[in-house]
């Protein structure tokens, strides 16, 4: 069996006695999608960060392609090839959509001209190709979910780690925004894994799902299964009453 | 108009403006040029990077104190000694910078840092026998000589000096802006922790910016120590010319090309018209100027918060390249 290409192992991080995540462990495979999904506060989000090198975990170990990238600054993490958006978004506010992208293409290319053009291109899959002129600040909600998809599309990840990006979206733009994923893993293998709260894009989307509950994982498997799992369904509708 | 039309309009008028003025306004014109450099110098943090220094002073006073005292000691002419005064600057820069950026020292509380070390600076210079200390430091004035290699020579030379620096500072500010480096600036600006996200080295930014910042503004230290010939702690360290050399930039528009040449013109413009005005009217009093320094920020903050030059270009209808 080929090698994981993300391997999280044992991850842990408390916040004054608050076990956010405590002991997860999980991997992806090359081109696979994997949603993570769970309650409000069930650790999903610091499960991110401490994969994307914004958090230092108190403890456990990732792996990317093999190689360990634990301890590594957010930086370090981009260009050894995870990009990642942020759950609220966070825009260079005050400039150009097209230079937004720009700066996440210079990660992938040397010049600012090659840049441009990566991130022109980027923009048009988003379907913000007419708007690259506009200050950021600008944008709608919807559009900056793109944006800050885009921005991270653009670094030239292997491994896409998406935080929320469905939410606040309408039906009809999260099919698109659906579409365009699911287009980016089949054409170019891109492996993504995402957090989400609309089940309607984890079930599009996601072979497989793993759901965290108070820090710990509490179910994993093919995403069919997992919805119909007992424990699952208690952690997000409470247990049923005797 | 372009940007490019209107930069080089402006510098075709200022090439041959000592030819139609008197020596007053050229000593005016020296003085803008001088604050011109000096603000696009600051704003290679503040406007760029995003870093809020008030402490610049540290570095003319830096580049000044080294290029004069080895001009003194040594002959060392002030071409060559802009080298070791800008060396000098970069490292006091960098020390500051690695001091802030690795404690995650941000913001306002950055500010203070750069504050604290320019003060404690010119408290070490007034005690610094070798220097003058407290009663200053002169720079020998030979009569007659002229040596644009030595700084040394009537204003007129002074003027191209400043203005080839102001020039020089502009196209160096405006080719970084360009590159992967000056996007980098102006992510870290807008959001640090996307800027990482996105591949950003951020401690290695900010450094290159301070680092260019500092060894720039070290070079208008040397200017200033060769122009006037003589400095004393108490005035080129002072936490007022720290304010000063912020203040075109900020009037002008922060994080703007022309920012801060616009915004050198008017508040120079305003402060000699206003000293002018006051003697004529027989009402100089101290302070005077700082009042209406003041007011005019005041206005121009309320009014246009993000500069003047922002404001004027798109009246004039140039892009955002400015």
Redesign the interface.
């Given at each position: 069996m080929a090698e994981p290409l993300l391997t999280a192992s044992g991850l842990s991080k408390g916040f004054r006695g608050l076990k956010a995540v405590n002991g997860v462990s999980f991997s992806i495979g090359s081109g696979d999608i994997l949603a993570m999904i769970g309650p409000n506060g069930a650790g999903k989000t610091t499960c991110f960060n401490l994969i994307?090198?914004?958090m230092l975990p108190d403890a456990g170990e990732v792996r990317l392609a093999g190689q360990p990238i634990t301890g590594l600054?957010?930086?370090q993490v981009?260009?050894a090839g995870i990009?990642?958006t942020?759950q609220l978004v966070?825009?260079?506010?005050?400039?150009?959509v097209l230079?937004n992208v720009?700066?996440?293409a210079?990660?992938a290319v040397?010049?600012?001209a090659e840049?441009k053009e990566r991130a022109r291109a980027v923009l048009d899959l988003l379907d913000l190709g007419h708007k690259i002129g506009e200050p950021a600040s600008a944008l709608t909600l919807p559009d900056r979910k793109r944006l800050e998809v885009a921005?991270?599309l653009a670094?030239g990840p292997k491994l896409l780690l998406l935080d929320e990006v469905m939410a606040g979206l309408r039906p009809t733009e999260c099919d698109r925004l659906v579409e365009i994923l699911a287009g980016l893993n089949r054409r170019d293998g891109l492996t993504i894994l995402l957090i989400e709260h609309v089940m309607r894009a984890v079930m599009k989307l996601a072979q497989r799902i793993l759901v965290l509950h108070h820090g710990e994982k509490i179910a994993e498997g093919v995403a069919e299964a997992v919805v119909r799992d007992p424990a699952v369904l208690d952690s997000y509708l409470g247990e049923e009453a005797p | 108009m372009s940007a490019r039309n209107l930069l080089l309009g402006l510098l075709a008028l200022l090439v041959v403006a000592p030819a139609l003025v008197g020596a007053y306004p050229l000593a005016v014109l020296i003085l803008i040029l001088h604050y011109a450099y000096l603000g696009i110098a600051w704003n290679v943090m503040m406007g760029f990077a995003g870093l809020l220094s008030l402490g610049h002073t540290l570095y003319v006073g830096l580049g000044a104190y080294v290029a004069a005292a080895l001009y003194a000691s040594f002959g060392l002419p002030a071409l060559l000694g802009a080298i070791p005064a800008a060396i000098v600057a970069t490292l006091a820069g960098l020390g500051i910078g690695a001091l802030g950026f690795r404690f995650r020292v941000n913001g306002v509380y950055f500010a203070l840092l750069t504050i604290a070390f320019a003060e404690f600076t010119r408290i070490l210079f007034d005690h610094m026998g070798w220097t003058g200390g407290s009663s200053g430091f002169f720079l020998p004035v030979e009569h007659g000589q002229v040596s644009p290699v030595a700084l040394r020579g009537p204003p007129i030379l002074f003027y191209y000096v400043a203005l080839a620096m102001a020039a020089g500072g502009f196209m160096l500010a405006r080719s970084l802006m360009?590159?992967?480096l000056g996007?980098?600036w102006?992510?870290i600006?807008?959001?640090p922790?996307?800027?990482?996200?996105?591949?950003?080295?951020?401690f290695r930014a900010r450094m290159a910016a301070v680092a260019v910042s500092s060894a720039l503004t070290s070079l208008g230290g040397v200017f200033y120590a060769f122009y006037y010939n003589n400095m004393y702690p108490e005035q080129i360290f002072s936490m007022a010319r720290s304010i000063e050399i912020i203040l075109a930039p900020i009037i002008g528009g922060l994080?703007t090309l022309f920012g801060p040449v616009l915004g050198s013109f008017v508040l120079t413009l305003l402060g000699e018209g206003t000293t002018g005005l006051l003697e004529h009217l027989g009402l100089a009093a101290p302070g005077a100027k700082q009042v209406i320094y003041g007011v005019a920020l005041l206005v121009i903050v309320t009014v246009q918060p993000a500069g003047l030059w922002p404001w004027l270009a798109k009246r004039l209808r140039i892009g955002?390249d400015g």
């Open positions: 994307a090198g914004a600054r957010a930086d981009c260009r990009g990642r942020f966070k825009p260079f506010a005050g400039l150009s230079d720009t700066v996440g210079l990660n040397r010049h600012v840049a921005r991270a670094t | 360009r590159t992967r996007y980098a102006l992510a600006r807008e959001d922790d996307s800027a990482a996200a996105s591949g950003v080295d951020v994080g955002r």
